[in-house]
């Protein structure tokens, strides 16, 4: 029976534990672990050493090495550090590594080794040299915080969406504590440090003095503390030896143990397993390590999700793996299937040694149309290792322009963009085009690939009319269209030009441009124009009042109103005025003044071209049915009736229909008998009607 409990060791009064081999680490080190910065990753997850000779006395003649390994020492990546001095290290949650150097840099790396970016930890940071560094993880993230030289903390919560925040200063503190950690509380990020016998709470506002409960007396230091995964528990190594073990929020302990040992440890971890109620911390020394339990109150923990799991494989590179798991699983396509088909594209585009052709052909052929797919961004990987013309043949994939234009026009194939965005009819991804290849090709150039895309040219034609008019001018001259211009130029006159002259001189710029267009109507009446203009000024300084930008009948108007008839008459001769017009002209404007006399006149100057039931209407439209009444009497047979209806003379009339005997005006007569007072008229149209159906 003893060789089964043999190699067990108690822990505590209840438990015990014991400590064999899972498997042995394939990795061949050169350099032993404590010469090493280490960084293991949660959930078994990469390992990463760089040597780190910047702690040495003398600095290595020789660049270090950064490794990365899996959790069983197979190695996966590894590369001559020839960045600054590095004094942290620590996986994120997204499995990239965080390379903290001394200047608060932060370089980001991926689990292979490929450089994937970097920030600042901020100007204070660089002027005081990093001292110290934690990378933690919260709700939010992963997070960094940084003890300065100015014995100052910073610190991001999310390395995502850098926001850095500077904590409050520790009321005397001279020199680093000895020892600090970062914690996640209510959904915020604290720093817990220790400055000789006490513990003080940092948030983004205060600095809080705090007191472990029930810690042994007479501890004068905190050599080592060390916070859950969970950030729900705390453990403290003190300069008497004790352990302290309990809450983080320091408001309840769970237990303490007295190691007697007196030296502080080199390392200090919390360890448990899921759905255990044991906890225990692990302390390491240099030739001892210990274990230090606790059974109590269960623990919830996290463990890795399905998309976590498969994102890890991912980044390994075992798509058949992952396939077969969300297959197993059956995973909406989305999720599962597509999305590893989309990382393995990704990473298939790096293989340099095959063929763009190749390439492309092989992505499609496992793609195909599958959904949640977007070979854009499989493109846009070809494109960042370089590989543009890989990332063409991949757009050629791609089913929606408006993601292909953005990435040709980022790899500055801007006519090839401009041709999709053509092909998919989106009026506004074609002025996005337009305006990328304004400002990239000089103005002949530009000009020249509108002319030979016709639908671009046109909507190119449409914003300068309301933006660059000058570019519209140039337009119309590269392409000759003189019809155009001409029509650019009458617009100018009224919209550019103030002064008379320079309206007058555009004007005949457009009257020439007219000509060569062949068009000499337009051409004719812009020189009317240009005419009339210089008359309305001339106008202008005899007569004074309004003339400029009148139309030809307004100003004849204006000038019969003003009294000026002769003027009118001379206007209307030079322009060619017809007669009808020129008399509807006058009528109006006299019937305006109310001149019934000057009317008159008018009236037997000579036969009126447009008969005189315009003067009847004008008249009564003035109210004015006295006036009225001398121009019915010379309304011409056909429009008799109309006239006397007009003038509210019903009788008269009546008579004149039925000696006309016409069935329309007998009608329209007797739709205007109203009341007793035409009832004798009604009934003699009537009789009138009767009569001729016996005929």
Known sequence: MDCYTANWNPLGDSAFYRKYELYSMDWDLKEELRDCLVAAAPYGGPIALLRNPWRKEKAASVRPVLDIYSASGMPLASLLWKSGPVVSLGWSAEEELLCVQEDGAVLVYGLHGDFRRHFSMGNEVLQNRVLDARIFHTEFGSGVAILTGAHRFTLSANVGDLKLRRMPEVPGLQSAPSCWTALCQDRVAHILLAVGPDLYLLDHAACSAVTPPGLAPGVSSFLQMAVSFTYRHLALFTDTGYIWMGTASLKE??????????APPKQMVWCSRPRSKERAVVVAWERRLMVVGDASESIQYKQLTIQVLLDRLVLRRLYPLAIQICEYLRLPEVQGVSRILAHWACYKVQQKDV????????????????PGVSYSDIAARAYGCGRTELAIKLLEYEPRSGEQVPLLLKMKRSKLALSKAIESGDTDLVFTVLLHLKNELNR????????????????????????????????YNQDDNHQELGSFHIRASYAAEERIEGRVAALQTAADAFYKAKNEFA?????????????????????????????????????????????????????????????????????????WEELEKFSKSKKSPIGYLPFVEICMKQHNKYEAKKYASRVGPEQKVKALLLVGDVAQAADVA????????????????????????????QRARAQAQKK
């Not at 039925?658 to 003699?684: F, M, P, Q, W």
Request: charged content about 30%.
């Open 523 to 595: 051409a004719k009446a812009t020189e009317d124009q240009m005419r009339l203009l210089r008359l309305q000024r001339r106008l202008e300084d005899e007569l004074g009042g309004q003339f400029l930008d009148l139309s030809l009948h307004d100003t004849v108007t204006t000038l019969i109103l003003g009294g000026h008839n002769k003027r009118a008459e001379q206007l209307a001769r030079d322009f060619r005025v017809p007669d009808k017009r020129l008399w509807w002209l006058k009528l109006t404007a006299l019937a305006d003044l109310e001149d």
């Open 658 to 685: 039925i000696e006309h005997r016409n069935e329309a005006e007998l009608s329209l007569v007797l739709s205007h008998c109203t009341g007793a007072t035409d009832g004798a008229t009604a009934d003699k149209i």
């Open 355 to 370: 063929s763009d052709e190749d390439v492309a052909r092989a992505i499609n052929q496992k793609l195909g149309d599958t």
């Open 444 to 475: 002949g150039d530009f000009f020249m690939t509108l002319r030979n895309q016709p639908m671009a040219l046109s909507l190119y034609r449409q914003f300068c009319k309301h933006q660059e008019l000058e570019t519209l001018k140039d337009l």
């Open 253 to 262: 302990k769970l237990c303490e143990f007295n190691c007697n040992i007196r």
